[in-house]
């Protein structure tokens, strides 16, 4: 598996206090495709990261956070110039919304060009995962993603696209420009249905987007999360469905990591949906504990998903 794009240190106020009264964070090692590196890695898929670093005391705290969780680091570029990026978060509890500030302008990943990356190695792996998340961090970041798509297939990998917008970074306009311009390299797209409603303006029945999805952007296979309602894909005109699975959610950041992640890893050994059964599971795992990563197990996400969820004592 590979991934491209930017880690960022958390920083969250403790759950139940407020960002603007908080006198402590937690920090947390975050960035939606090193949270799905982490997670793939967890289940035991070698999974390689590529991205930007500064060569600073933080840029190093990110390095050995992944590589500990077993994540492949040997393509990060170590920059010389650029910080890391941070962002703050302040956990939502109902009915108060999570919060989200960012602060990532001139990071080491900002001024990371494709020239800098050695396609080879980056893409040496079966599955290619990008998302609009990396498109849209800088000016540029663009070009890095549709070139990471070409070299990933013309090396036989299938690229998997998550559009995961986020509106601090672009537009609803530019995001369904970006992600259309792209779709000629997707193999597949992953697409919250709130994303489907307000980048294509398609809603309604999850199933019906995914295809309108599919047709609109023509890619073969596409797979719409509906949060608390589950996931849907059409695949190759077949269609395939999951619930979401009960969970107390302590933390929602990263739950669509930690589904993509899923969602891959069950590709890699099983069928469309034993891939959405892996992807539900590790999504209500990730939400019912604190940061945007986590690191379950093989065992435990198949129990999760096999409806085994009990007492472990040893
Ligand atoms: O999906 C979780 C990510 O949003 C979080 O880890 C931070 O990558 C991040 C971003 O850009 O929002």
Known sequence: MATLGEAMLRLSSPPGELLRDSAQFRVHVAGAEANLAVALASVGVPTRWTSALPDTVLGRRVADSLSSAGVLIDAVRWAPDGRLGLYFAEIGSPPRPTRVVYDRAGTAFCSLSADDLDWPVVCDARVMHLTGITAAVAPGSDALVMRAAREARERGALVVYDVNYRAALTSTTAAARFATDLAADVDLLVCRAEDARDLFGLAGDPLAVAKDLARTLSIERVVVTSGADGAVAWWQDETFGA????????????????????????????SPQDALTRATAMASLAMSVHGDQCRFSADEVLDIAHGLGREVRR
């Open 243 to 270: 619930p979401a699975l009960p969970t107390v959610a302590v933390d929602r950041i990263g739950a669509g990591d930690a589904f993509a992640a899923g969602l891959l890893w069950g590709l890699l050994d099983g």
